[in-house]
């Protein structure tokens, strides 16, 4: 009971909502129902799935560790420890695949010319205590780290296996690698120079992908999604989206796509050769009838078009930059 009235608050500030601003109706109605939607009276209707899993993820997060603070001083209170891996190839010099799940902490990624993949991890926990409490007992350690690490064929597997601590990784892979990335609490991610194909969640945290090459799909719950191209691979059909913050697009200035757009704010673009498309809507035949439907996507092609391009956001802008 206590997670759903957390939950429901963290809603309510979700849609700004006050104690000043709040009227209640003696005859609402709350709907519990399996795709999470909240009936309020005969005439509107609220879809809570997205802003109840990004409540949650961001309270189940937390774990009493203040990880808000953007510029870094919540590190202070914890002590940090830090290993290093470095995973040998079965095809030094080929192409690979790097797969990350991490369950607590952000990933870094970037790209170097060495053989190897090289993994640097920081754990932080509380600090060790070097005097006694007034029980007489003194905090030795939180445990250890719980990662596992393997390779086969080229592809590194990267997983956390708890969920209390957090574990930040900093990870340097071949240039010539793709990446798969998943994170869930604290789950910001970065990746910097790769070339490949890139698939790249977080539940909660920013997305930036920095002088990348080749294609991407990119999607989390809460943060902004940036992507910048060095180049990008023909037909290769790509998605960035999220729920909360922009979506930012820069690709060199040849670069050809068609494109899908959808937000409750506003779109910009610094090319020339952009020409927005009239919206093809949904038709459909029904039992007794028919049925068009406009979703509120905007489409446009870039330099006459190519590979499907979806950009999507809940409250943000999108913006498609020329590099």
Known sequence: MKKVIITLLMVGVAFGLTAQNIKVDPNIKVEVTPDLKMTVGPDFEID????????????????????????GRWKEKYQQDTEELEIPLSKPGEKGKLQVESHNGTVKVSAYSGPTVKVKMIKYSKKVERESGENGMRLLSSGGFNVQAE????????????????????????????LDIKTYNNGGIEIEGVNGEHSVESYNGPITLNNVSGSASASTYNGAVKATFKAVTANAPMIFTTYNGDVDL??????????????????????????????????????????????????GKLNGGGAEVTMETRNGNIYIRKG
Do not use: C
């Open 48 to 71: 809570l799935g997205a802003h109840i899993e990004q409540a949650m993820s961001s309270i189940e997060g937390m774990f009493g560790m203040d990880f808000g603070d953007e510029e």
């Open 151 to 178: 390779e086969r064929n080229n592809i590194v597997k990267v997983e956390t296996e708890g969920w209390n601590n957090r574990v930040d990784f900093e990870i340097q892979v071949p240039t010539n690698f793709s």
């Open 250 to 299: 820069t690709v060199p200035a040849g670069t050809k796509f068609s494109t899908k757009m959808k937000t409750s704010r506003d779109i910009f673009t610094d090319f020339e050769n952009f020409a927005l498309q009239k919206t093809t809507p949904q038709k459909s035949k029904e039992a007794n009838g028919y049925k068009v439907k406009y979703e509120d996507w905007v489409e």
